[in-house]
Structures are given as C-alpha cells and as structure tokens.
C-alpha cells in the first residue's frame, strides 16, 4: 500500500500483485516525490528478521483497515488484471525469476493447490479485491495506463510531470536481468480461463471481467454425515424458512451434480439447499452464483461420533444395525472389509474428491476441491464457519444471522475405550489421507 503526499492530499496506491504495481510506483516517485509503506528489499531480509509477514506494498484491506483510521487518505486507486492472465503471470515468476516452482511444473496443477488465503508467495495469489479498500477508483491493466495519469491529473489540478507510465518488473525484464530463458508459457484456453475467472469469480465481477451480473444467488450445503450438518441446516432454515429445501439423489457413479443443477433450477424462490447424497462437481448454472459449504472434522473422531449416533438411531440401516450388533472395532473392521463402504476409509477425501472428477490420485483431487469449495468450515470452530458463510453472502444476504447451536450431537461412550494398539493403527491406516488433509485445512486456516 505505497502512500505518497500529493499538494495537500494523501493518496494511497492499493498495490495488487502483477498489475503493473512497481511500473505505477515509478511513476509516483517521479512526478510527486518520495513513496511511504514501500520496501522493495524485503523479501532479502531473513524471515525471522521481518516485522510483517509480508511487504508493505502488498499489505490487504483489512490489515490497512486497521492500521490507518477511516478518512485518512484522500483518495485512493488501483490497477487490476484480467485474473486468468494474472495467475499466469504470478506462476511464470514463481517459476522463471524466483524459481521457487520446478521448470517442470504443470500450470494447470499449480492451480490446483493455490492458496487463496494466507501470506504465501507474499500474497501474490490472493484475490484482487483483498487489496482494494471501499471507494478505491479501479481502472483495469488492458484499457492503458495513460487512464491512471489523466485521473491523477484531475485528482492534483495539473499535467505537470513524466505524462507516460513506463514499463518495470516485466517478465521479459527481469529474464533479461537474470540472462535466462524462460520456459513454456501456459496457453489460456477459454476452458482454462473460465475455470481461472471461476476460481476468481468476485474478482472478475467487481473488477468488469464479468460482463453479465448474476441474476440468482444460492447455497448449496453438502451436508456430511456427524459433520455438523444439522447445525448448518438449522441456520439456513432460520434464516431463510420455507427457501430453505432439502432432498436426496441417487449415487452411482458418484456424479449427480446435473440433478444438483436441474433441482436448483426448478426451486426458484428457494436459496438453501442441503443434501447428503451431492457427487461431482459443483453445478454451474447459467445467472446463478452458487455458494457452496462444505464441514470438515477430525476424522477419527468423526468415525467414532457416526457410531454413536447409530448405535441409538432409531432406524433400519445397515450402518444403525451393525452398531447395535458389534463393538466399536467390530463396526469399523466389518465396514472396511468393503471396499465401497468409504464410511471408516478416507470419507472426506473420497467427498472432496468427486468434485474434481479424473484420473489423478484421489487426495490430490480432495486437495484441489478444497480450494473449490466456497465456504469451508471446521465442525470445531463452528462460528468461524459461519462467520465465512455471512462474509460469502453478504452482498446478497446482508441479514444473514446466527447463534451458536449443536443439533443432532451424540456424546462421548466410554465403551468406545480403550482400543488396542493393532486396531488403533488400523484406524489411522485406513484414514491417513484424510489426517493429512484435515491438518493441512487447519494450517491454512491458521493463516488466513
């Protein structure tokens, strides 16, 4: 966030990585003077040494929210970029400058793992509009920097100064510097680039990458079983009463998000959604903005929870059946002598998984699916859940409300304890995939 005194202004640069932010910096030094809250040396410094967790140039809304009071500055702007060729432009300096990726490296499988959250890459991957505070003037990369120089024209009552924004930080400039060749550049083909504006799809409305506006907002919650679900539901009914619907699909094939879509559609005063049976990808439905939640826990004592609840349930299920009949170990050995049974196996990485269909590794695609999912929550940190749930909506939903609740909860069963050692290693064989990716989730929450 370079700040620079202009005559008698203050005026803030909201500095959006890859958007020409060192060219515009430049160009503010030359024609007004030193720049403040702008350290180019940073990343040099050890990290240990550092007094933020990034520069000070790429400092995000909130935290200038914080540091600088409401009024402060006089005027603020900023320069954004097309967000499919953006992330390309970050992963060719990740790769080619900083050389912090494998020349190797798959573009299309960088963009599956990116954080969104977090410090990471010194927030070069976060959304644009993380940057941009309230009242900023936007002006878009691809209609010319000469636009930025007539605004601050206007803005300082003169044309005095350099009248043209040069180039700085390129690519091309910096392969040059380094006198290396760079490797393959990604073509964005107009599946990839929809999937990338997607990804981004705040970002590409609010900053004019999106011509059309969605007509329809709605949320889809995959509702996982013992995962909180029930509290989840109780809120959106809340909140919404009879817009508030429910139903189950079919599950061969593990792919019913065309059903997921048609049902959407054919509810069309309804906004929450929630089933236990959603598969595949999550449905893109032309005019409608899908919100999509997803719950996460421990999950062993997840497992351990789902045999509680059954062992009490008042149904005719296999699941409630072999709970009444078997121990705690009996349950799980008998539900993992079934290879389709993932009950006891990995169940949120074979969820998470179906909303990326293909042939990779099933916990890599459960790791890309994780960055999919619009609202993902810990069952242990419900409220942060939720409070992710009213910031997704809030443009839309603006009285979304809710008070901590617990619906549908089974209690601790000392007849669960002790496991012997054999079977407790079994436990945690059988879900390393989801141990790992439940402790990743926690990390990147962490530092978000």
Known sequence: MPIVRVKNKVLYFAHVPR????????????????????????????QEERWSATSPQHITRDAMERLFPEGFFDASFAVVRDPADRLRSVFLRQRDIEQILPADTDFNTWLSTLPLSGFDLDNHTRPMLDFIPKGCQIFRLEDGL???????????????????????????QKLQQADRASGPIPLLSPDLHATITDKFEADAFWCGYMPKPVERTVILHYHLFKNAGTSVDQILKQNFGDRWVTREFPTQGLNNSELLADWIRSEPDAVAF????????????????????????????????????ERKQDADTYGANLAKTTDFEAYVRTRLESPDDRQCRNFHAHR???IVPGQTPEI??????????????????????????????ADFYPDFKWTSV???????DTTLEPENPDFSALLNASNKDDIDLFAEFQRHSAQA
């Open 19 to 46: 958007c020409a932010g060192s060219a515009i910096e430049n160009y503010l030094r030359k024609r007004f003077g030193p720049i403040a809250f702008l350290d180019r040396r940073f990343l040099s410094v050890p």
């Open 146 to 172: 000469d636009n930025v120089v007539k605004w601050l024209d206007d803005l300082v009552g003169d044309t005095d100064g350099p009248r043209h924004i040069e180039r700085a930080n390129s690519h091309e």
């Open 274 to 309: 929630s089933t236990h049976t959603g598969f595949g990808p999550i449905p893109k439905i032309k005019g409608v903005r899908v919100i999509s939640v997803m719950m996460l826990r421990d999950p062993l004592a997840r497992i351990r929870s789902a045999y509680r609840f």
């Open 352 to 354: 998470l998984a179906s």
């Open 364 to 393: 890599d695609r459960a790791r890309s699916a994780m960055q999919i999912v619009s609202v993902l929550g810990d069952v242990a940190d419900f409220n942060a859940a939720m409070t992710k749930l009213a910031a997704a909506i």
């Open 406 to 412: 617990q619906a549908n909860t089974s209690h601790a």
